[in-house]
């Protein structure tokens, strides 16, 4: 059954110091990939996509993910963190069958230390 | 466009009422997916529908779940009766050819 695994529930980090998110999923085609923030009381913001090309893939508001198929990875990361950058970030991959479903891992809350 | 826009942002109702969530999604769209989503589970997908045709709704909870999507322009989802255990936020999305997928704002449900 295809999943996604996001091994981290928190992660804290200082404002200014670099950010990597760790998403793997499982699926039996490569997926089409997906970041997306979520702050409070908020819809789902999409950051970044990937569907095929180049593997490391430029998003919103400074983000980048790479898509590793040897490790079925999609981590993204940011070189530099922000206040505002506090949120729920979730990894979803797209099934690429004739249903499109997104499955969604179960969220990283990033705290930002000032 | 104005994306995928879903009323109302919240609903309060007491148990064992009738409550409908309404979404309209982006023009051009081919499939419209309702999830749900709560501390425990998660986003969970409940339905989706291709071309205003429901293909799985295996994930909706129970019988008193029910979704229709009438035209291109409008789905419904509707709980009757709410219980408190269907307390969650609700988002309906919608995937457009080469765009990927669009998320409205959601529904705060909490059932009372």
């Known amino acids: 059954a295809q999943s996604v695994t996001q091994p981290d529930i928190h992660i804290t980090v200082s404002e200014g110091a670099s950010l990597e998110l760790r998403c793997n999923y499982s699926?039996?085609?490569?997926?089409?990939l997906f970041w997306y923030v979520q702050s409070p009381g908020q819809g789902l913001q999409l950051l970044l996509k990937?569907?095929?090309?180049?593997?490391l893939v430029q998003g919103i508001k400074g983000f980048e993910a790479e898509f590793k198929r040897s490790q079925s990875s999609f981590n993204l990361r940011k070189p530099s963190v922000h206040w505002s950058d506090a949120a729920e970030y979730f990894c979803?991959?797209?099934?690429?069958?004739?249903?499109?479903?997104?499955?969604f891992g179960s969220g990283t809350r990033l705290l930002v230390r000032p | 466009d104005a994306g995928v826009i879903q009323s109302p942002r919240h609903e309060v109702t007491e148990m064992g009422q009738e409550v409908t969530l309404r979404c309209k999604p982006i023009?051009?769209?081919?499939?419209l997916f309702w999830y749900r989503q709560t501390m425990m589970r998660g986003l969970e997908l409940l339905i989706y529908?291709?071309?205003?045709?429901?293909?799985?709704d295996s994930g909706m909870p129970e019988d008193r779940f029910s979704a229709k999507m009438p035209n291109a322009s409008f789905s419904t989802l509707k709980i009757q009766p709410s219980e408190p255990r269907d307390s969650a936020v609700y988002f309906c999305?919608?995937?457009?050819?080469?765009?990927?997928?669009?998320f409205g704002s959601g529904t705060r449900l909490t059932v009372v």
């Open positions: 529908f291709n071309n205003n045709v429901p293909i799985d």
């Open positions: 979803a991959v797209g099934l690429m069958d004739s249903s499109y479903k997104l499955i």
């Open positions: 999305a919608s995937r457009t050819p080469g765009q990927g997928y669009t």
């Open positions: 023009s051009g769209h081919d499939y």
């Open positions: 699926y039996g085609a490569t997926p089409y």
């Open positions: 990937y569907f095929s090309g180049d593997t």
